[in-house]
């Protein structure tokens, strides 16, 4: 339900606290303390039949008795009395019900399952159970039992753990930060990560989110919520259960089933957020937050008065991969007017252990205003020289003199973080008072800075332009899926290496060739016939419960003759089955010997995650594939921009690039055959695991040598769109291409947008007028920037649809029309543009016609948009299509035009 109804729980008119009681120590008396220590500007009520009233507040038998709508409950009861309150809660149209209580148990016949049924039948919102509470601090709403409170800010924090909450609200209160909001998810009912995410994604008054995860239940809305919200602000996540032991720990706390941790590591990645470790990295990245805006570059300048601590913060931006930016001669220039000729003369700029504050102020008036770096470390050790209050001081007036310059120009203001060692009791007063982020020590302050650095370079990433996939790469998913559908027939859960390669083949995957021997005349035989072609064979055993043939005796390689391989397929099954007399052996295989010297062995691969479904494995390969441990994990669907990251996140990707005389692996080469892995993960949901182990890559390509696939029926049958649901980011919606005729004859393809089709965008605004694209943007515009392309092109196609209209013959772009989804996922707004020289064509007409039927089979209630009154062509279209228009209240020319799809008539012809 997303954001349904949160907007009634951060800024209620009317709460109740049901369990609401005077008795010292009691749940009901720490909520009710808050709540009115917070002073709501919300009117409060108290609910507990047993009172007639708590201090000067009168109190209610039952909620039903409260004068007036409720939009907030704060339950604070025994776990038995609460599902008739959520009836009762539901009957009167209350918003949000916040459950304290603990104990409400998990699954089905649970008192957790019945509540959250009664709640969706009457559209009530639950928060918990089993959690610390929610706080609002900018209207004075404080429904927890933390022991303080809780100031207004900048951060959201979103976390399962109320101890979390707990702690971080200590830190906050000694370190006068401040929170625009706080959720205690605590059991996640209902309302869960991606639930909070999309609301403080679009909260005004939040900068930065913080999440504390112990485990995801919805893959698919986390994801899709996650990656909406870092592309907006900094989204930084602390996840718990790293190991397995704290994983174990983490289920027993939450319920809930958690993900290799390697896995959410990927979909953290994938999706833009930051992770940082623990509690210390975390309120490091609070401090820096707090006080910064998102940073313009990731040149780090360092201001200090000790050469020692200027080295070590050097070293620890190094080890976190931030860049020390390098000062110009011009730079240099203006710091040697103002600075002893002692000073070091570069970055770390030392002014000396005898600077005092004019020095402080003077020089980091000089790099603030330097076009050399990007923020700006400044650091005191204190001596007895000078003050660190008095420097504190001039450091603060040396920003404030640049926010005030700042205002009349439109260059952001450089961040600059403080670390002031010494008592801190002299300096942090002056710092929180300007709103200057400050730490004790270099690490936590580097740190935090680099927070600032990396969403920085997710943003840049996720605007890069993937390179295409070759335009030759169409799979015959037609032939994978059969020798699939034949498998499963026989009852097996995994093909053959013939069948494996045969499904690779359909994906022009390069494999090594296999063939089935199931008794040593037939393996003579193949032998025999392989001889003409190639100069060595391997032979490999065949059983469905042998995954690692070496390791009992199943491989042998080097064969020359038939006779040695008549010879070694007696010794093989021999040896196999005294080794693992339980398999079953089905004979042999046999492959031509690839002979590739100074070939790298890697491993390419699928595995199938209980949280997040399939996922992309890429690594050093080769027999001691677990011992050296070398691999990387990413969350499909992949493009090859996201391959490359892939590749680069592996210690072999330094092999791979070349090394002394060995030439680099053909990297593309890797690249696209993770990106056909991806492609085959959601053509073919049926193949739950795969493994190309070794794969050899080198300067000539890759090759697949070995295959193992484990595959499974689906449920409800093949013609469920699974893989839809399966995949954490809904992958390309191939289902939705079509090949049109325009009334004029004209062939049109219509097909989803890609992420690559940055090119076919560029090509089109060349022939878009100014006019159009005012139409289209609803402002003046000569041009589309790059950036704005990348903008368009990068999409969710959970929240997003964009569907091109290419002509037939030539391939050129010739008009799209996007939908985008609101969070709830029940309304969305469309926008269509055409080339300007294709209008009257019906090109608009057909992808109207398109996004309406999308549209339908999504479930949307109403398509909408934004018409500007002067283009009749458009409102007549609307029209003809059942939309209804109504004049814009507030901006006279602009039009709303409304479909209502349940109501509407069939999309006309």
Not at 271 to 278: K, M, P, Q, S
């Amino acid at each position: 339900m997303s954001t349904y109804h949160l907007d009634r729980m951060f800024e209620p008119r009317a709460i109740a606290l049901v369990g609401a009681s005077a008795r010292h120590g009691s749940l009901g008396a720490a909520v009710l303390a808050n709540l009115r220590r917070a002073k709501p500007r919300a009117q409060l009520h108290l609910v507990n039949p047993h009172e007639t009233s708590i201090d000067d507040l009168s109190c209610h038998r039952q909620l039903s008795d409260i004068p007036g709508p409720v939009d907030l409950v704060v339950i604070a009861t025994p776990p038995e009395t609460i599902p008739a309150l959520i009836e009762e809660a539901g009957s009167l149209g209350v918003a949000v019900a916040v459950i304290i209580t603990a104990g409400l148990g998990h699954g089905a016949g649970s008192i957790a399952e019945t509540i959250h049924n009664t709640a969706r039948r009457s559209g009530l919102r639950l928060v918990g159970a089993n959690c610390i509470g929610v706080l609002s601090p900018r209207v004075g709403l404080d429904a927890s039992f933390l022991s303080r409170p809780v100031a207004p800010g900048k951060l959201a924090l979103v976390s399962q753990s109320g101890a979390i909450v707990a702690a971080l609200a200590e830190w906050a209160f000694d370190n006068h930060v401040g929170f625009s909001g706080i959720v205690s998810l605590g059991d996640q009912i209902d309302v869960d990560f991606g639930d909070c995410l999309d609301y403080f994604a679009l909260d005004n008054s939040t900068q930065a989110i913080l999440l504390y995860i112990e485990a995801i239940h919805d893959a698919r809305k986390f994801m899709s919520a996650a990656r909406a919200a870092a592309r907006t602000k900094p989204v930084i996540v602390v996840k718990a259960g790293r190991h397995e032991a704290g994983a174990r720990a983490a289920m027993s706390h939450t319920g809930a089933l958690a993900g290799s941790d390697a896995v959410y590591n990927a979909a953290f990645h994938r999706a833009g957020l930051l992770r940082v470790i623990d509690l210390e990295e975390l309120f490091a990245a609070a401090e820096t937050l707090a006080h910064h805006q998102p940073i313009h570059g990731e040149r780090i300048g360092i201001l200090t008065n000790g050469g020692g601590i200027g080295v070590l913060a050097v070293d620890r931006l190094i080890d976190l991969g931030g860049n020390l930016a390098t000062l110009t001669e011009a730079t240099l220039a203006r710091l040697d007017a103002l600075l002893p000729k002692t000073w070091s003369r570069a970055n770390p700029v030392d002014i000396i252990g005898d600077a005092d504050a004019a020095r402080y102020e003077a020089s980091l008036q000089c790099l603030l205003r330097s076009d050399d770096l990007d923020a700006i470390l400044v650091m005191n050790c204190p001596t007895a020289l000078a003050s660190s209050a008095d420097t504190a001081e001039a450091v603060a007036r040396a920003i404030d003199t640049a926010r005030q310059g700042a205002k009349n120009t439109l260059r952001p203001v450089k961040p600059v973080v403080a670390v002031w060692l010494g008592e801190e009791a002299q300096w942090a007063p002056v710092f929180e008072r300007a709103g200057i982020a400050h730490f004790h020590n270099d690490v936590d302050a580097v740190r935090g800075l680099m927070h600032l650095v990396n969403f920085k370079r997710s943003q840049d990433a996720l605007l890069a332009t993937p390179p295409s996939i070759p335009a030759d790469f169409v799979p015959n998913i037609a032939g994978a899926r059969a020798v699939i559908t034949a498998a499963l027939a026989r009852g097996t859960t995994w093909l053959d290496p013939v069948e494996a390669t045969k499904v690779l083949e359909a994906y022009a995957i390069p494999v090594a060739g296999s063939y089935k021997a199931h008794d040593q005349q037939a393996a003579v035989d193949v032998a025999t016939r392989l001889f003409t072609q190639h100069a060595a064979l391997v032979m490999k055993i065949l059983s469905p419960q042998i995954s690692h043939k070496s390791d009992v005796g199943g491989v042998r390689l080097g064969l020359r003759t038939p006779q040695a391989v008549g010879a070694a397929f007696a010794e093989m099954l021999e040896t196999v089955s005294r080794h693992r007399p339980d398999a079953t052996l089905d004979g042999v295989i046999l492959q031509p010997m690839i002979d590739r010297p100074g070939a790298l062995e890697l491993i390419a691969g699928l595995a199938d995650d209980p949280t997040f479904g399939p996922v992309i494995l890429f690594g050093h390969g080769g027999t001691a594939v677990e011992a050296v441990n070398d691999k990387a994990l990413a969350l499909p669907p992949l493009d090859m921009r996201l391959a490359r990251e892939l590749m680069a996140d592996t210690r072999i990707a330094r092999l791979m690039a070349g090394y002394r005389d060995v030439p680099a692996v053909q990297g593309d080469a890797v690249a696209l055959l993770l990106v056909k892995l991806s492609q085959l993960a959601a053509d073919l949901p049926e193949i739950r695991e795969l493994d190309l182990n070794p794969v050899l890559a080198d300067a000539q390509g890759v090759m697949a040598v070995d295959a193992r696939m484990v595959i499974a029926p689906l449920p409800g049958g093949p013609s469920r769109d699974f893989a839809n649901t399966r995949f954490a980011i809904r992958p390309y919606p191939r289902q939705w291409e079509r090949d049109i005729i325009l009334p004029h004859g004209q062939a049109l393809h219509l097909r989803p947008l890609r992420t690559d089709d940055v090119s076919l965008y560029e090509e089109f605004f060349r022939h878009v007028t100014r006019d159009d694209l005012r139409r289209r943007f609803f402002a003046a515009m000569s041009s589309v920037t790059p950036a704005m392309i990348a903008r368009l092109t990068q999409i969710d196609y959970g929240r997003t649809m964009a569907f091109l209209a290419l002509d037939a013959k030539s391939g050129d772009l010739l008009g799209v029309v996007r939908l985008q989804t609101d969070a709830n996922g029940e309304h969305g707004e469309f926008a269509i543009l055409v080339r300007s020289d294709t209008k009257g064509q019906g090109l608009g007409w057909a992808l109207m016609q398109h996004c309406i039927a999308f549209a339908r089979a999504e479930g949307l209630a109403t398509i909408d948009g934004q018409v500007l009154t002067t283009n009749r062509a458009m409102l007549k279209m609307c029209a003809e299509f059942g939309f209804a228009i109504a004049a814009d209240p507030v901006v006279p020319e602009v039009s709303n035009v409304t479909l209502r799809l349940a109501a509407a008539p069939p999309v006309p012809a």
